[in-house]
């Protein structure tokens, strides 16, 4: 009996070893996963954007500086507004969202409940960068277990969605749209054999809450998952039915709360984007944009109708794809292959049709447009929804890049793999490297904008003045308003004062509007007649030369560290330059 209860007792503690083991032993798996993602963050800025402070690489960017501003308007918005992702303040004469401004409405809604303890310049899309670097090895590795149980394999696969270059593209250009682990995920997901109708709700909420191109990626992979059970399936097709009326309501109650459902987000975009068919094999744009030291680039200009979209492979992922056709040419198909088949056409179907999508009636061969084609009235409105339809080619491109590994996983054997697979991402590395080595200087210049607002005169301004005119040249956009180096400096000032700034670019801009607004403020200042608790900055040169030869009036214009100011109610104000005179009069503009 004792030996007997010894021999239970030495059972059950080996038993809670083995368990302690395999935990850590998990653990540890995870742990070096992670550190792939957080490896491949440093390597490709060296670990600059993480600091929230850091605010350079944010407002000396393309379209980040836009993206910052809108934060920093957001946070001094009131808490309990509607919808919660208002944004009033920037562009009041065409308010818009959170959403229209791609500023990740998940981290700005979470950071403005924090803004009492934050800095005043404090930016997050540094964190969300190095997160979207771990979680896409995450999802990678993921994938991978689909294909093969073996560990260094996986985390070898991994490492090449942690640096595939349409996520990197994005990182620095478009922090929102890189969080592509939500495709990634979307296609983990379709490749379980269980329903997963939580996990898939969830994701569907999340993808809302980052970017609208995420949720239409993750959202189309979802549906073509929903339909191939369906069809599989006829028990599953009442489950189904609800659960797809449950995700589609609630994510559409989400989008409704945080902001997409405002007039000037439904406005018709006069342009979109189109996918090259060669740009798997051309590295990036000759003129301001190669990823590679060997492979050709496109000699497109980068703001051509292709530019936006970017789909290089890699020269590692490039030496892997015939290899892989070899692979499934001449070895025998595993098991696991067969059983997983009726899991992946419906993924292919759904990649298949967001890449017509993003190709759309334009095609584009290397450097030229082969041809066009008209497409019907409801089609052609149908194809311009989406500004940048290009971008709907990146589940077929992570497809691509899924199929290519789990093909070099499962047919070959464990040290022929993870040999191959280890040349390749070293090839893929020292080739992207071009791109890492172009980007780390702007990523890490500090910002010096603020000394250019030399002046004290501009310390007076928060009390006096609530609300920033800018107004641009004629000839700019307002697409393009964000980009004008007086604008970033102005606004970011108008935000610290917690005043609003009536022009703002975002994704969706009510054109009309504006140049409505534009033509009333035009009268205004021709006849002398500012706004009350308003200044304006008026770049805009014939309408400056009518300001300055405006009727009497009690308004103050002149230059302020060199700046084209116009002041209503300027009196108190101590330091004013002498006022600028009309030029008919004598009098130097």
């Not at 997050?124 to 960068?129: E, L, N, S, T």
């Not at 970017?310 to 067969?338: E, K, T």
């Not at 500004?387 to 290519?404: D, H, M, Q």
């Amino acid at each position: 009996m004792g030996n007997k209860h010894v021999q239970g007792g030495e059972g059950v503690t080996q038993a809670r070893y083995t368990a302690v083991f395999a935990k850590s032993g998990k653990v540890a798996r995870v742990t070096l996963v992670c550190l792939v993602g957080l490896l491949a963050f440093l390597w490709w800025n060296g670990g600059h954007t993480f600091s929230p402070k850091h605010v350079g690489w944010v407002l000396s960017g393309f379209d980040t500086p836009s993206q910052f501003l809108a934060w920093e308007f957001f946070r001094n918005q009131p808490w309990w507004q509607w919808p919660l992702g208002a944004n009033p303040a920037f562009g009041s004469d065409a308010p818009g969202t959170i959403v229209l401004a791609d500023t990740i409405p998940l981290l700005a809604l979470f950071f403005k409940l924090l803004r009492a303890w934050l800095p005043a310049n404090f930016q997050y899309f540094g964190i969300w960068a190095c997160l979207c670097f771990i979680l896409q090895t995450w999802f990678g590795y993921k994938l991978l277990g689909r294909f093969t149980g073996d560990f260094l394999l996986r985390l070898l696969g991994s490492a090449f969605f942690a640096i595939a270059s349409v996520f990197l593209m994005r990182v620095y250009l478009h922090p929102a749209l890189s969080g592509q682990w939500i495709i990634l995920a979307a296609l983990y997901l379709g490749l379980d054999e269980r329903p997963r109708c939580r996990a898939w709700c969830g994701l569907l909420w999340i993808a809302a809450l980052v970017h609208a191109y995420l949720l239409v990626m993750s959202g189309s992979i979802w549906l073509a998952c929903v339909i191939g059970r369906a069809w599989r399936s006829r028990e599953q097709r009442v489950p189904l039915a609800w659960h797809a009326v449950f995700t589609i309501g609630s994510t559409t109650l989400i989008m409704w709360i945080v902001g997409y459902f405002v007039p000037s987000a439904v406005e018709p975009m006069p342009t979109r984007t189109y996918t090259n068919l060669l740009s798997p094999v051309l590295s990036g744009f000759c003129h301001g944009g190669e990823w590679s030291w060997v492979v050709p680039c496109s000699k497109l200009n980068l703001m051509n109708p292709t530019g936006d979209g970017f789909g290089y492979f890699g020269l590692g992922f490039l030496l892997l794809v015939p290899l892989a056709i070899f692979l499934c040419w001449r070895r025998p198909q595993p098991v696991a292959w067969a059983q997983g088949r009726t899991l992946l056409w419906p993924l292919c179907m759904g990649a298949l049709l967001l890449l017509l999508y993003a190709i759309g009636n334009r095609i584009y061969v290397g450097n030229r447009l082969v041809f066009s084609f008209p497409l019907p009235g409801i089609l052609e409105r149908l194809g311009s929804v989406f500004r940048g339809a290009a971008r709907l080619e990146w589940p077929a491109w992570y497809l691509a890049l899924i199929l290519t590994l789990g093909v070099t996983v499962s047919r070959m054997s464990r040290r022929g793999a993870a040999t191959v697979l280890t040349i390749a991402l070293v090839f893929q590395c020292a080739d992207l490297s071009r791109a890492a080595v172009n980007i780390r200087h702007p990523i890490g210049t500090p910002w010096h904008g603020a000394h250019s607002l030399a002046s004290p005169i501009w310390q007076e301004f928060g009390n006096r003045y609530r609300h920033l005119v800018f107004l641009q040249p004629s000839s700019v956009s307002p697409y393009l308003v964000g980009w004008i180096p007086d604008y970033k400096l102005m606004a970011l000032f108008a935000a610290h004062d917690g005043m609003s700034v009536n022009v703002a670019y975002l994704a969706r801009i009510d054109l009309k509007a504006l140049a409505t607004k534009r033509a009333w403020r035009a009268s205004l200042l021709s006849s002398g007649a500012a706004e009350a608790k308003t200044f304006y900055v008026v770049e805009d040169a014939q309408l400056w030369a009518k300001v300055l030869c405006a009727p009497e009036h009690d308004q103050w214009h002149g230059r302020i560290d060199g700046l084209p100011v116009l002041l209503p109610d300027a009196g108190g104000i101590h330091g004013l330059p002498e006022m600028q005179g009309c030029p008919e009069k004598g009098a130097a503009p």
